[in-house]
């Protein structure tokens, strides 16, 4: 009969992620695993059976949560498309200051995974993948709705600004590791704004 577990094991998972994303994948070692979830490498491997199922599954959890924060504000009907989207940029800026050492922030972590294991890991490709396609369709939705509405004056097609909406809030999140201050974030969600507006 197996032992039962006496630890929680999502509070495990939410410290190991937090680990993952301060750290990247290949810099957080097993041991940093341990000392961020109090557990013993026997525990971690029993429970998530590798470092990299680990990682997937913190990733997961990383961007369940993320994008479905996104798309609270991107589906928000009480508010015109234009205001969704300098809503999403808002919040964008907010979690970015709220996660922050050392005067920079630990960014975001699929654009973190990204960078650093582009290619290298098929199944986090594809977990990526899956959510950027669901956050372009957000966008482009919201895009779409205020081009109709003619909030949105841009002479470029709602799928190719969701595109660039989607690198810039990329490049924020860049820029607020590189310790980029409050100002500055908001000059780059407020020119990114201009872009859309007559």
Same mark, same amino acid.
């Given at each position: 009969?197996?032992?039962?577990?006496?630890?929680? %094991?999502?509070?495990?998972? *939410?410290?190991?992620?937090?680990?993952?994303?301060?750290?990247?994948? %290949? #810099?957080?070692?097993?041991?940093?695993?341990? =000392?961020?979830?109090?557990?013993?490498?026997?525990?971690?491997?029993?429970?998530?059976?590798?470092?990299? =199922?680990?990682?997937?599954?913190?990733?997961?959890?990383?961007?369940?949560?993320?994008?479905?924060?996104?798309? !609270?504000?991107?589906? =928000?009907?009480?508010?015109?498309?234009?205001?969704?989207?300098?809503?999403?940029?808002?919040?964008?800026?907010?979690?970015?200051?709220?996660?922050r050492r050392d005067g920079r922030s630990l960014g975001?972590?699929?654009?973190?995974?990204? &960078? %650093? $294991? !582009?290619?290298? @890991?098929?199944? !986090? *490709?594809?977990? $990526?993948?899956? @959510?950027? +396609?669901?956050? $372009?369709? !957000?966008?482009?939705?919201?895009?779409?709705?205020?081009?109709?509405?003619?909030?949105? /004056?841009?002479?470029? =097609? /709602? *799928?190719?600004?969701?595109?660039?909406?989607? #690198?810039?809030?990329?490049?924020?999140? &860049?820029?607020?590791?590189?310790? +980029?201050?409050?100002? +500055?974030?908001?000059?780059?969600? #407020?020119?990114?704004?201009? /872009? $859309?507006?007559?």
């Amino acid at each position: 009969m197996a032992r039962p577990r006496t630890f929680d %094991e999502e509070r495990a998972l *939410d410290a190991a992620m937090r680990a993952f994303w301060a750290n990247g994948y %290949e #810099a957080t070692s097993t041991q940093d695993l341990c =000392d961020a979830t109090g557990l013993g490498r026997s525990s971690i491997y029993n429970t998530f059976s590798s470092k990299q =199922d680990l990682f997937r599954r913190a990733l997961a959890r990383y961007i369940e949560a993320m994008t479905a924060a996104q798309l !609270a504000v991107l589906e =928000d009907q009480e508010r015109s498309p234009l205001e969704r989207v300098r809503a999403l940029f808002a919040q964008i800026i907010d979690r970015e200051f709220e996660n922050r050492r050392d005067g920079r922030s630990l960014g975001c972590l699929t654009v973190n995974t990204t &960078v %650093e $294991l !582009a290619g290298r @890991d098929a199944e !986090a *490709d594809r977990m $990526l993948e899956r @959510d950027t +396609a669901r956050r $372009l369709t !957000a966008l482009r939705v919201v895009l779409e709705s205020g081009q109709r509405a003619g909030e949105i /004056a841009s002479a470029r =097609d /709602a *799928d190719s600004l969701a595109r660039f909406l989607n #690198a810039v809030i990329a490049g924020m999140r &860049v820029a607020g590791q590189g310790g +980029a201050d409050r100002a +500055a974030m908001e000059s780059i969600a #407020a020119t990114a704004m201009d /872009a $859309l507006t007559p």
